[in-house]
């Protein structure tokens, strides 16, 4: 089992925490600061928020002898990303009054608000809990938000896929009950065998846990970068089951060379065509197999791909089958094409529309590009559409019936929406950024606040080398730590200190490789040199078809 001794500080805060409660209650209550207690801190997340400070504003602050303005970032639980208008004005209106404004789309198909001050935390969870939206275990050494494909109407399959995703989210959430009754009043628990919790214990997990499930060929959630990746086997349009893939994760940490991102390894196959039970059976094991063989002293080596590649993928296949009473089936083939959101009008096979829309890096906003946020806001208030999130941070306008679709076409056009969906460069539309400076503690470098910049750099240079036209999907982060998933792109970028970045070439097109530094520590300039002679060389050598991260591989560029 997992180290007993040396447990990190963590640890030892979640096993005498009282269920995740702590002393949040009464951090709280203290007036004088805009903090919470330290330990509460390492708590809070597992409800959802994390404890920031404005770090534009630290030098400043120091220097008139001001604490720092410390906020709070809140992040939604969206099994499959979705909210109906309601939800969706809900969201607007809290965004509004109690935090930025900005709405930030992530990257795990979900909604964060930052800039939420203490005193409005409470509120803020009361009125998502009005329209039935919550925080909880979105954060923290917990299962997060569970991903799926993103357009989940486009045939019956996705519907079930969808449905899957709430049903593992509500399979894995903790038993405490302590959310409702610190954020919601209710009553205290008097038995304490009421939230006894058979999967979690005291300890929760060691780390953080995320789940995704895709339907290929569009690989549109980057399923291979999750702890425990599901890719659906459909034959002839009828889900036979997934095959379960195990120990994807990103981050690694600059000269910790025991760190490294990993693409989870499919372990096998399990059909769901009887029941559901074995596959919600096989993960919940896998769950139970990290919580009991992470390691629980090093926080930096405690995801499961560290488990996985210390025990052994056989010894993991044979443990699942020990716990479950059942072996995995040899993995079925699948085959990823792309990695996409399909921008614009599409209808589904039920004759419903979507429209996906072009949201840069993830921020719903008024700005002088197009006003995204009123326009979604007065689509919501029609009632003539959903929201629905990507995991490339976009949003889309969906289930719009054939009579309403000119409706909402013409607020889209109004507020520019479509003007700017359809105008942005197909480099632009494949990038993301993770969110970094300003409320990013742990950012070395920008992202979302530079990325469109540099990506306006960049259009020229693919102007003149005549690769406008190519799909090549480019991402920032501030940090290795791998928010943007740049690790997983054609072109990576990772911030190594303010203004400088490493270059990362040899990502396949699909999210199958990984990509690998090829240049350390470039500036703007030398990011621009450098992606010009790529691009000079890969239009002169490239073969038919190959991708960019193919030819830097073909090449040994990497
Ligand atoms: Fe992340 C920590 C933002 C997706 C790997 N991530 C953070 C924190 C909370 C910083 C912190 O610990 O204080 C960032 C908050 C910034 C802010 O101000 O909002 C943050 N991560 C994000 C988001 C918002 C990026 C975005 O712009 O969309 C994404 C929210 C996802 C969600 O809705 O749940 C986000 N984070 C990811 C992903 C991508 C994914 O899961 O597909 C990864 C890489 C995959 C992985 O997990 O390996 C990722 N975030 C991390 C890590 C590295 C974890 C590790 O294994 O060491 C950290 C640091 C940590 O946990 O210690 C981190
Ligand atoms: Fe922050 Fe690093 Fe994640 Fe970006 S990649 S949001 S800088 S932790």
Redesign the pocket.
Known sequence: MSEQNNLSAIEKIKMKSDGLRGTIAESLQDELTGAIREDDQALLKFHGM?Q?DDRDLRESRAESKLDRLYSF?I?LRLPGGFLNPDQWIAVHNVAGENTTGVI?I?????I?L?GLLKANIKPTIQAFNKVKLDSIA??GDIN??VLCSSHPKQSPIHAEIFAYADEISSLLMPKTKAYYEIWLDEEKIVDKKDEEDPLYQDRYLP??F?IGIVIPPNNDI?VF?NDLGLIAIIENNKLLGFNVAVGG???TTHGNPQTYARLATVLGFVSTEESKEKLFKTIYEIATIQRDYGNRSDR?LA?IKYTIDRVGVEWFKEEIARRTGFALEPARSYSFTERTDYFGWQQNNEGLWYYTVFSEN?RVLDDENAATKTALLEIAKTGKANFRFT?N?NVIVSDVKEEDKATVHQILQEFNVIQFTEKSSLIRKNSM???ALP????AFAEA?RYLPTLISRIEPLLEKHKLTEEEIIIRMTGCP?????SHVSEIGFVGTSLGRYNLHLGGDHCGERLNTIYKENLDENGILLELDQLFGNFVKDRNKGESIGDYAVRKKLV
């Open positions: 994390y920031q970032m992040r930030k992530t990257t795990r198909q979900t964060q930052h979105t954060c997060r938000n780390r953080k995320k980057d970068a994760g990103l981050s930096k995801r993830g995991c941070q950024a993770c969110v409320t990013c503690p742990l979302q730590n791998g928010c943007g998933r």
